[in-house]
């Protein structure tokens, strides 16, 4: 144990006694060093775990908040609220507030859309001043007529998505191609109305993962809706639809020509020829991106070779949609709706366009897919 040497008995046993004792201290030591080490590693762990869960939490409730999944109430509620403040800023009369509000009750009882916010005559405004256009466009391809439809107080800040859809509806409402598969629909729904038809959709079986995702209920919410719910919403009507993903850029700077090229080819097929404004018998197409989603009209072909698409935007309020409605417009007010492909350069865009009517055997087909 050491190299002392002891003569007497007693004091050597006595010595490896303490050499004993020592080592067994220092063993036990090194054990309750080693148990608070990982006493230690334990309790640290599960703080993280706690902070990690905590931040998760967070996370999803902002995202329930920002995509109108957080039981906060829907459109009417979003409505009375956004009245009671323009009331208490002055903005609005109080005897204003009581009609507005009793209007607003009516049309949600009946489930149709106020009009309010919609703008008539575009579409045939934009053939007129085409005609007398000679500057920059060689051809001009327009949907059938279109409704803007923007945003109001109920919906502001999550509505595009149905917006869009009311404005497809406008579209298909005017072309007697889809007079049958309407026929059960023939004013313009409220958003409310059309929440409760996608939830319709759903239990026919239409897109089950992204019913799932809203719990199979959007009414009463602030949700957001997108392409997969505006195909399953115009399947369910019969009419025939295709989505359209455009994953990834396809030209310099992040931009789409594919997507341009793509929306080209579908007002040009059947509408080729010599006459510089084609309008023509096509519905409008939904263009959805991350966050936003807006109604294509049409495409110009401008005379240097490039597409510039024609939008309608939800965002954009009743007051500049009517400047495009003046016979006499030097073109000025198109900038509201033209993008040229270096405007879109989100990283991915989706598309809904329409053709045709589904037969009942059809729209069986496409449910019993959807299920799979």
């Not at 920002?66 to 009417?76: I, P, R, T």
């Amino acid at each position: 144990m050491c190299s002392l040497t002891c003569t007497n008995i007693q004091i050597l046993e006595e010595h490896v006694d303490l050499h004993l004792e020592e080592h067994s201290f220092s063993e036990g030591g090194n054990i309750r060093d080693l148990e608070l080490a990982q006493w230690l590693q334990t309790e640290e762990d599960k703080q993280q775990r706690s902070e990690e869960e905590k931040r998760e939490r967070e996370e999803f409730k902002k995202l329930q908040r920002q995509y109108g999944l957080d039981n906060s109430g829907g459109y009417k509620q979003q409505f009375l609220k956004n009245m009671e403040r323009e009331v208490d800023r002055g903005r609005m009369q109080p005897f204003e507030y009581h009609k507005r509000k009793a209007d607003m009750m009516e049309c949600l009882a009946f489930g149709i859309d106020d009009g309010k916010t919609k703008t008539s005559g575009v579409i045939e405004a934009l053939c007129k001043y085409y005609q007398n256009e000679n500057k920059d466009v060689r051809h001009v391809w327009l949907s059938t007529g279109v409704d803007h439809f923007h945003s109001s107080l109920g919906d502001r800040g999550w509505g595009c998505g149905y917006r869009n859809f009311q404005m497809l509806l406008s579209s298909l409402l005017q072309n007697s191609l889809y007079n049958d598969c309407l026929r059960d629909t023939t004013l313009i729904p409220s958003i409310p109305k059309i929440q409760s038809m996608i939830e319709d959709a759903w239990r026919e079986g239409f897109d089950p993962h992204g019913a799932s995702h809203f719990n199979n209920r959007l009414h009463g919410s602030k949700a957001w809706i997108g392409a997969c719910e505006i195909y399953s919403l115009l399947t369910s009507l019969r009419i025939k639809c295709q989505i359209i993903d455009f994953h990834k850029p396809t030209g310099p700077m992040g931009t789409h020509p594919r997507l341009f090229e793509w929306i080209l080819r579908y007002y040009s097929t059947d509408n080729e020829g010599g006459a510089k404004v084609a309008c023509t018998s096509k519905p409008p197409i939904y263009l959805q991106h991350q966050g936003h989603s807006r109604t294509v009209v049409g495409i110009e072909e401008r005379k240097n070779k490039t597409l510039c698409l024609l939008l309608f935007d939800p965002g954009c309020p009743s007051q500049e949609m009517q400047k495009l409605l003046k016979q006499n417009s030097d073109g000025t007010s198109l900038k509201l709706l033209r993008k040229f492909v270096g405007s879109l350069k989100e990283k991915q865009y989706q598309i809904v366009a329409i053709d045709g009517v589904l037969s009942l055997e059809e729209k069986a087909v496409r449910v019993f897919t959807a299920t799979l």
